[in-house]
């Protein structure tokens, strides 16, 4: 059964089927927002959120709305939500502690790639946006014309702010070698 | 070519995405001066960086509660929805019926589940409770004497029923042996195969080899005989061959599976 | 009086006997089920009527000697139709048919109500043909020997033969109750409606099976699959079970 076929079902009252949707989802939406917030704790919270969500709204799912996209518009509006609350942008945390907290947050290996562990300094450097059109393109091998639904711009918009956010990794990450 | 342009096509040639002229007209470029090479260098390190992603494990807790949030849901709509499955088994339509197994098959799921988490066992009692009643209209309908497609649809249902539950095994068994219609008898015979590991399902296979007469049913436990490697059939098999009641095209079958087992 | 002019007579006097002798019978039910028990040449047909129609449509003919008489044969049944059947009722919602004199050419056509269960049962290797048409309700046919070709049907139905080969044409397929079809040496040929949602389980243990149907195969997760060829999967999003098996045969499954 394909994800649209699995939420109609769940609009048209089958919610079992969403146990079914919750398993093909719960990771990628987990570690997309594991890695945007560096917060696991948040990160299951606005999991959780995304599904809850899911199920009350499912009457508004539209059979012709490709399900991934969709979801992750409703992660999207989850994570905005959260930031208007709590009015932190996470990339103005600064000290060096909280820094070394957030990190060990998202890589539980880091002693034994040392590459991995510089990925995520240089990521949490980033905007938030720029971490998520990294995360969606990249981590989670979106095709460019989801991104596009997901973001709500066009594809060509998607290429450049990708290509951006991986120039701007780069650099983070330099700056991280000087040191 | 604008610059935006010329930076996506070398992501799509970082990624192998180029093909022919397009790829060449990429490694061209980036051959053509030292500044480009640098800019494909700097991509294509950043690009590899990004390779080091691990895919994070959300705990448990994460399933857990989603079951239990959906549970609360789903019997919310279940309220509004469908009356209570109290109700005598031979009222019910295929639909509530199909519903309550809807229900089982969850119910084991999200037991699992609920066990696993050790939490909230308040909610595992009313789970269990509701297996119960999902099972009792289950072997209820397999004894549905005015439907043999519901009586089918009982032996479908158990499916559903991970384990071998012991009540849903004897009342399976019982199908096999009993049931007037081959088709339902059949569809017994492929349920029960699912739990041939354990020694009462095993045996009460081969010994229903020795009643069945009709030979649909015969033919089909004798392939499954042949499927299970199981040598303990051969006595069965070899009266079937000797009975002269036997049909010969059941004896064929039966040959050939003494021939494949020993 | 020579033996091509004897023939000709006879056929003249055959035909005048057998006209006016175009012998009917009615059962009045609209629920229920009518049971078939070693009928040989049937056909059954739906209607929206409310009674039970059983019509002779070959040649049903007693001898001369036998006027006045009943059929009367080794079960103990008695002709309480007129037309070589014996109808009983067992039980409240359900009547048997039974053939009581078996040494005829009668061909039965049945029209049967909406709303009535049919069962069909033949237990003859040399048993005929089974024919049902335009039925939407629940259908049991077992035969040993004999071909079932259902036409215009929609289940739910338990269809299975040993020798026979079994064509069944939806028009669309139930979708409260499942249908299994089994056949051990015969072919299976189905034909479902391209839109049809269900969950499809095909075996053939010697056959293949062969579709034109677009359907998306489940993964063997660890169930315990015998058989040497039983492919499990979804038509469409999926829906009621459906169970075609062959043994020996080839499975076909058409769309149209």
Same mark, same amino acid.
């Given at each position: 059964m394909?994800?649209e076929m699995?939420?109609?079902?769940?609009?048209?009252?089958d919610?079992?089927?969403?146990?079914?949707?919750f398993?093909r989802?719960?990771?990628?939406?987990?570690?997309?927002?594991?890695?945007?917030?560096?917060?696991r704790d948040?990160?299951?919270?606005?999991?959780?959120?995304?599904?809850?969500?899911?199920i009350?709204y499912?009457?508004s799912?539209?059979?012709?709305?490709?399900?991934?996209?969709?979801?992750?518009?409703m992660?999207?509006?989850?994570?905005?939500?959260h930031?208007r609350?709590?009015?932190?942008l996470?990339?103005d945390?600064t000290?060096?502690?909280?820094?070394?907290?957030?990190?060990?947050?998202?890589?539980?290996v880091?002693?034994?790639?040392e590459?991995?562990?510089?990925?995520?300094?240089?990521?949490?450097?980033?905007s938030?946006?720029?971490?998520?059109?990294?995360i969606?393109?990249r981590?989670?091998?979106?095709?460019?014309?989801?991104?596009?639904?997901?973001?709500?711009?066009?594809?060509?918009?998607?290429?450049v702010?990708?290509?951006?956010?991986?120039?701007?990794?780069?650099?983070k990450?330099l700056?991280?070698?000087?040191? | 070519?604008?610059?935006?342009?010329?930076?996506?096509?070398?992501?799509?040639?970082i990624d192998?995405?180029?093909t022919?002229e397009?790829?060449e007209f *990429?490694?061209?470029?980036i051959?053509k !001066? $030292?500044?480009?090479? &640098?800019?494909?260098?700097?991509?294509? +390190?950043a690009? @590899?960086l990004?390779e080091?992603?691990?895919?994070?494990?959300?705990?448990?807790?994460?399933k857990?509660?989603?079951?239990?949030?959906?549970i609360?849901?789903?019997?919310?709509?279940?309220?509004?929805?469908?009356?209570?499955?109290?109700?005598?088994?031979?009222?019910l339509?295929?639909?509530?019926?199909?519903a309550?197994?809807?229900?089982i098959?969850?119910?084991?799921?999200?037991?699992?589940?609920?066990?696993?988490a050790?939490?909230?066992?308040?909610?595992?009692?009313?789970i269990?409770?509701?297996?119960?009643?999902t099972k009792?209209l *289950?072997?209820?309908?397999l004894?549905? !004497? $005015?439907?043999?497609? &519901?009586?089918l649809q009982?032996?479908? +249902?158990s499916y @559903?029923?991970?384990?071998?539950?012991?009540?849903?095994v004897?009342?399976l068994?019982?199908t096999m042996?009993?049931d007037?219609?081959?088709?339902?008898?059949?569809?017994?015979?492929e349920?029960?195969a699912?739990?041939?590991?354990?020694p009462k399902?095993?045996?009460?296979?081969?010994?229903?080899m020795?009643?069945?007469?009709?030979?649909?049913?015969?033919?089909t436990?004798?392939?499954?005989?042949?499927?299970?490697?199981?040598?303990?059939?051969?006595?069965e098999?070899?009266?079937?061959?000797?009975?002269k009641?036997?049909?010969?095209?059941v004896?064929?079958?039966a040959?050939?599976?003494?021939f494949?087992?020993? | 009086?020579?033996?091509?002019?004897?023939?000709?007579?006879?056929?003249?006097?055959?035909?005048?006997?057998?006209?006016?002798?175009?012998?009917?019978?009615?059962?009045?039910m609209?629920?229920?089920?009518?049971?078939?028990?070693?009928l040989?040449?049937?056909?059954v047909?739906g209607?929206?009527?409310?009674?039970?129609?059983?019509?002779?449509?070959?040649?049903y003919?007693?001898?001369?000697?036998?006027?006045?008489?009943?059929p009367?044969n080794?079960?103990?049944?008695t002709d309480?139709t007129?037309?070589?059947?014996?109808?009983?009722?067992?039980?409240?919602?359900?009547?048997?048919?039974?053939?009581?004199?078996?040494?005829?050419?009668?061909?039965y056509?049945?029209?049967?109500p909406?709303?009535?269960?049919?069962k069909?049962v033949?237990?003859?290797?040399?048993?005929?043909?089974f024919q049902?048409k335009?039925?939407?309700?629940?259908?049991?046919?077992?035969?040993?020997?004999g071909?079932i070709?259902m036409?215009?049907v929609?289940?739910?139905m338990?269809?299975?033969?040993v020798?026979?080969?079994?064509?069944?044409?939806?028009?669309?397929?139930?979708?409260?109750?499942?249908?299994?079809i089994?056949?051990v040496?015969?072919?299976?040929?189905?034909?479902?409606?391209?839109?049809?949602?269900?969950?499809?389980?095909?075996?053939?243990?010697?056959?293949e099976?062969?579709?034109?149907?677009?359907?998306?195969?489940?993964?063997?997760?660890?169930?315990?699959?015998?058989?040497?060829k039983?492919?499990?999967?979804?038509l469409?999003s999926?829906?009621?079970?459906?169970?075609l098996?062959?043994?020996h045969g080839?499975?076909?499954l058409?769309?149209?």
């Amino acid at each position: 059964m394909t994800d649209e076929m699995l939420m109609m079902a769940v609009k048209n009252g089958d919610l079992q089927k969403a146990s079914e949707l919750f398993d093909r989802y719960h990771k990628p939406l987990y570690n997309f927002f594991v890695k945007i917030t560096f917060d696991r704790d948040l990160g299951h919270d606005l999991t959780q959120n995304v599904f809850l969500r899911m199920i009350k709204y499912r009457s508004s799912y539209r059979q012709d709305k490709q399900f991934r996209p969709w979801i992750y518009q409703m992660a999207r509006n989850i994570y905005a939500d959260h930031f208007r609350k709590s009015k932190i942008l996470y990339s103005d945390y600064t000290g060096v502690e909280d820094l070394k907290n957030r990190i060990a947050a998202v890589d539980e290996v880091i002693e034994e790639d040392e590459r991995q562990k510089l990925l995520y300094i240089s990521l949490f450097k980033l905007s938030p946006e720029q971490r998520e059109v990294l995360i969606l393109t990249r981590f989670q091998e979106m095709k460019y014309e989801e991104v596009a639904q997901v973001l709500d711009c066009s594809v060509a918009n998607v290429k450049v702010k990708v290509y951006r956010a991986i120039k701007q990794l780069r650099e983070k990450y330099l700056e991280l070698e000087k040191i | 070519m604008d610059e935006q342009k010329m930076n996506d096509l070398m992501i799509d040639y970082i990624d192998g995405n180029l093909t022919g002229e397009l790829k060449e007209f *990429v490694t061209k470029y980036i051959e053509k !001066n $030292s500044e480009n090479r &640098r800019k494909y260098e700097e991509l294509k +390190a950043a690009m @590899s960086l990004l390779e080091h992603d691990t895919q994070l494990e959300p705990d448990n807790s994460l399933k857990t509660d989603f079951m239990l949030a959906l549970i609360e849901e789903v019997e919310a709509e279940h309220d509004r929805k469908v009356k209570p499955i109290k109700k005598s088994v031979w009222k019910l339509s295929p639909f509530q019926l199909a519903a309550s197994l809807a229900l089982i098959v969850s119910g084991v799921f999200i037991g699992m589940w609920l066990m696993k988490a050790d939490s909230n066992n308040q909610q595992i009692a009313e789970i269990k409770k509701e297996m119960e009643d999902t099972k009792r209209l *289950v072997i209820h309908s397999l004894t549905d !004497n $005015s439907s043999a497609s &519901r009586r089918l649809q009982g032996v479908n +249902a158990s499916y @559903s029923i991970g384990d071998a539950d012991d009540e849903i095994v004897n009342a399976l068994i019982r199908t096999m042996n009993n049931d007037e219609n081959a088709n339902v008898r059949l569809a017994a015979v492929e349920a029960l195969a699912k739990f041939a590991d354990e020694p009462k399902v095993l045996n009460a296979l081969i010994e229903s080899m020795e009643t069945q007469a009709d030979p649909l049913i015969q033919i089909t436990l004798i392939n499954l005989m042949v499927k299970l490697k199981e040598k303990k059939a051969l006595d069965e098999l070899k009266r079937i061959i000797e009975d002269k009641k036997t049909m010969e095209t059941v004896k064929d079958e039966a040959h050939m599976a003494v021939f494949k087992l020993s | 009086m020579n033996a091509q002019l004897k023939n000709v007579l006879g056929v003249i006097v055959f035909t005048l006997l057998a006209l006016p002798t175009l012998a009917q019978h009615k059962i009045a039910m609209t629920s229920g089920m009518l049971e078939l028990k070693e009928l040989t040449n049937v056909a059954v047909e739906g209607y929206s009527g409310n009674e039970v129609v059983i019509e002779t449509a070959g040649s049903y003919k007693i001898p001369e000697r036998a006027k006045g008489l009943k059929p009367v044969n080794g079960m103990g049944l008695t002709d309480n139709t007129g037309i070589g059947l014996s109808v009983k009722d067992e039980g409240k919602d359900r009547k048997v048919v039974q053939q009581v004199a078996r040494n005829n050419d009668a061909k039965y056509l049945i029209k049967v109500p909406k709303g009535v269960k049919v069962k069909y049962v033949n237990s003859s290797i040399h048993g005929d043909d089974f024919q049902a048409k335009n039925i939407a309700g629940e259908m049991e046919v077992q035969t040993l020997g004999g071909d079932i070709k259902m036409i215009d049907v929609t289940g739910p139905m338990t269809v299975n033969s040993v020798h026979g080969n079994v064509d069944v044409v939806f028009t669309n397929v139930f979708q409260d109750l499942p249908s299994s079809i089994a056949t051990v040496h015969g072919d299976l040929d189905v034909t479902l409606p391209k839109s049809t949602n269900a969950n499809l389980s095909l075996a053939t243990n010697w056959g293949e099976v062969y579709s034109d149907l677009d359907i998306k195969v489940e993964n063997a997760d660890g169930m315990k699959v015998y058989g040497d060829k039983k492919i499990s999967g979804k038509l469409g999003s999926g829906g009621v079970n459906l169970s075609l098996s062959a043994t020996h045969g080839n499975v076909y499954l058409r769309g149209k």
